[in-house]
């Protein structure tokens, strides 16, 4: 027997101790996959489609100017009420000083209203006392009339002097007729000037409210001539230039409130059977790595997959198909806390992974929201002012 005839059933022995350890270590690895599949991995759905996004504030003046001063500039951290911008305030001046003059004017107008009320008060005892004279005066020519009557049957009255008598009587006719006419004009005079001052005071008679609210549009106008921040946030986009002649509505620049970033991950169809509201998501930012990690929740989910929402969808009826997984956009709010002692950016890459293990809530939202998701109070001030501005200026001229 040789050498390697001898060799041979070791050989064979030693690779088939091998292939056995190899097959025990697949064994092994294959039933601890399997064993964290079930156990773990099922438990979780990730992907590392997913990017910060936030509101983007556009600032944009409510009226037209011209721009003369720049409050702001790229990457400032500004405070709700901050001045942005300030537009020329020339021509919102003159217009206010022209508002105020033509309130105060209306009010003259209305005191002069209220004060003709005596005057043709005045006027009617003063017809009525016409109408005393002339009845008086037509009982005595009557009377002058009657007397020379009886005495032309002898001759002592001449008929022509009658006939003065008779033109008397019509003359005194003549004047009660009109005399009763300026009583019946008076009174309808004062009928018609109650009826501009009846149940209500000169503040709030219907010329001075017209007349009030031009000074109040005025003075809005004045005010809206400083752009205001309304919210805290970062300067982003800025546009403006000074000396630019800016139209009501144009966009100036942007803020971004950091403080209320989200996450918008892009699960694949088949990722979202078992995600839902609620569900806590771990979130891992590019800009950190692992050592910083956030935690976050599922507050919704998109109606629609991206594609469907792209400024030019797909036609898979037309042409050639080939299947596209298709995704859609998962939202996921973040925790306040972490957030400022880790700031991030709009636009930067996350990896966000999900636990599904409680599926116990809904797919899609059902109950609207109680409050408002954003609200400022910076304008509500502006309105106080004008109210102030319409009163001094009426007070001034009731005196």
């Keep these: 027997m040789t050498t390697a005839q001898k060799n041979t059933p070791a050989a ?3 690779r088939k101790q091998i292939l056995i350890t190899l097959a025990v270590i697949f064994g092994v690895l294959g039933s601890v996959w399997i064993a964290y599949e079930w156990l773990v991995s099922r438990h979780y759905e990730s992907t590392d489609n997913a990017y910060v996004q936030g509101h983007v504030i556009q ?11 720049i409050g702001a500039e790229e990457t400032d951290f500004v405070k709700a009420g901050q001045s942005l911008v300030s537009l020329d305030q020339l021509d919102t001046k003159v217009a206010l000083d022209q508002a105020e003059a ?16 005596g005057t ?30 009886g005495l032309l049957a002898n001759g002592a009255v001449s008929k022509e002097e009658l006939g003065h008598a008779q033109t ?26 109650h009826a501009m001052t009846d149940g209500t005071s000169v503040e709030q008679h ?61 699960f694949k169809e088949v990722q979202l059977r078992n995600i839902r509201i609620g569900q806590p998501v ?3 930012a590019d800009l950190y790595g692992k050592k910083v990690e956030y935690t976050g929740v599922v507050t919704g989910m998109a109606v629609g997959t991206g594609a469907a929402f792209s400024l ?8 050639n198909w080939i299947k596209v997984v298709q995704r859609v956009p998962v939202r996921i709010a973040m925790d306040a806390n972490q957030l400022a002692t880790n700031p991030l950016r709009l636009g930067l890459s996350m990896d966000a992974e999900i636990d599904i293990s409680n599926q116990s809530g809904k797919t899609l939202a059902e109950v609207p929201r109680a409050n408002a998701t954003q609200q400022t109070q910076v304008f509500d001030g502006i309105d106080k002012g004008a109210n102030d501005e319409v009163h001094r200026v009426i007070a001034l001229n009731l005196r």
Aim: proline share 4%; no cysteine; hydrophobic share 45%.
């Design 12 to 14: 064979n022995t030693k």
């Design 59 to 69: 600032i944009t003046p409510q009226v037209g100017g011209t721009v003369m001063a």
């Design 102 to 117: 033509n309130l105060a004017q209306t009010v003259r107008q209305v005191r002069t209203l209220y004060a003709n009320n």
């Design 120 to 149: 043709l008060d005045a006027q009617i005892g003063a017809r009525n006392a016409d109408v005393t004279r002339a009845q008086s005066e037509l009982a005595r020519a009557n009377e002058d009339l009657s007397r020379r009557s």
């Design 168 to 193: 008397g009587v019509d003359n005194a006719k003549s004047s009660l007729l009109a005399a009763q006419a300026a009583v019946i004009a008076a009174r309808e005079q004062l009928v018609s000037n």
């Design 206 to 266: 219907p010329s001075v409210q017209v007349a009030a609210g031009k000074v109040r549009e005025a003075w809005i106008s004045a005010k809206r001539g400083s752009v205001i921040a309304p919210v805290d946030g970062y300067v982003a986009k800025r546009s403006v230039q000074m000396g630019q002649r800016v139209a009501a509505g144009a966009p100036l620049m942007t803020i971004v409130p950091l403080n209320q970033v989200w996450v918008d991950a892009n």
């Design 282 to 284: 771990k979130l891992i």
């Design 312 to 319: 030019l969808p797909a036609q898979n009826a037309t042409g």
